[in-house]
């Protein structure tokens, strides 16, 4: 698994994730808010399968 999320993107993808999260468990937004795990997921491990699919690389390069 390649690395493909990272810096700013990374920190939104978690934060909007446990936002999400928190919304869903207080009852503000609905069960629907759960879906804050995917982008919570996928910023804890810096992996996104639709980057992947379309090229995106958000990481920055490591220079040799």
Partial sequence: MKLN???FDRILRIVVGLILIGLAITGT???WGFIGVVPLLTGVF??????GIFGINTCPMKKP
């Fill in 29 to 31: 937004i609905g069960w």
């Fill in 46 to 51: 810096r992996f996104c399968p639709a980057y």
């Fill in 5 to 7: 999320v990272g810096g």
